[in-house]
């Protein structure tokens, strides 16, 4: 069985499904993976402590967004569960730290890439939440997951590289990119080409543009649990998403 990378992807709205360089650039992606056995994604939408693992029998849809056209909650994603991945994910886990279960569906964060990745809905897929926001502890438990990378399984941490919407002045989806926003991807994309981990992980000291790209950090946040499930963490991941959507760095990787 092939050993499968580990992806940050920046999801967006719902709408994103209509860019066509955002979708032909994930669809490039994924036609260069090996094809997963099961799908782990934890989202910028669902924080939650302690760890809780969403739906394994049949997996809803969660319409956690407002404002968009009737047709975008009226989108379908009927992936079959993953039960024996709820279980695996949770004996990774340290005895200490407890796991709970809960019938929660596929939030916007998780659902609309795979809905252009894996259309048919065919692969079996966990969403689990982010039990905490800080970097360090991001990491350790990307390290706990790294074992089911050899198991088949595909992890993703689904966010947006800049999420600054509150300074926004322009909602236009080709909208020239803030500076704030520009800045903070540039420095993104050399760090994470450097390897830098310590530095991405002090993004809210070092980075330019915040706070204005991040004024809260859950989009950033789940890179940290892709690069922890990275074999080598510091390696410079494949960055083959990027460019802006509404002046948003929707800027993607993979790591090995």
């Known amino acids: 069985m092939s050993t499968m990378p580990a992806l940050f992807l920046s999801h ?51 319409y956690d967004f407002g404002g968009f056209a009737p047709r975008y909650y009226q989108v379908q994603y009927r992936a079959p569960g993953a039960p024996a991945l709820a279980d695996r994910v949770a004996k990774l886990m340290p005895d200490h730290e407890q796991v709970a279960r809960t019938d929660r569906g596929l939030d916007h964060g998780a659902y609309v890439p795979l809905t252009v990745m894996y ?17 360090d502890r991001l990491l350790e438990l990307g390290r706990r997951l790294r074992p089911l990378r050899d198991e ?32 903070f991807d540039a420095w993104t994309a050399e760090a994470l080409a450097r390897g830098a981990v310590d530095e991405l992980a002090d993004f809210r000291n070092r980075a330019p543009g915040m706070p204005y790209a991040h004024p ?31 002046g948003l760095a929707k800027r993607s990787f993979h790591v090995n």
């Open 12 to 62: 967006g709205a719902p709408p994103l499904v209509d860019d066509a360089r955002w979708v032909a650039q994930l669809r490039d992606l994924t036609a260069g993976l090996p094809r997963p056995r099961a799908i782990l994604v934890a989202s910028a939408h669902w924080e939650s402590a302690p760890l809780m693992l969403g739906a394994t029998e049949t997996v809803p849809l969660v």
């Open 119 to 135: 259309p048919d809905a065919d692969i079996p897929v966990l969403q689990m939440s982010l039990p905490t926001l800080e970097p």
């Open 152 to 183: 088949g399984v595909l992890i993703i941490g689904s966010g947006f590289t800049t999420h600054g919407l509150p300074f926004l002045r322009d909602w236009r989806t080709d909208a020239t990119p803030p500076g704030w926003s520009r800045e």
């Open 216 to 246: 809260t950090i859950e989009h950033f946040a789940p890179m940290f649990l892709t690069l922890g499930a990275s074999g080598d963490p510091e390696q410079a991941p494949g960055q083959p998403i990027d460019g802006f959507w509404m």
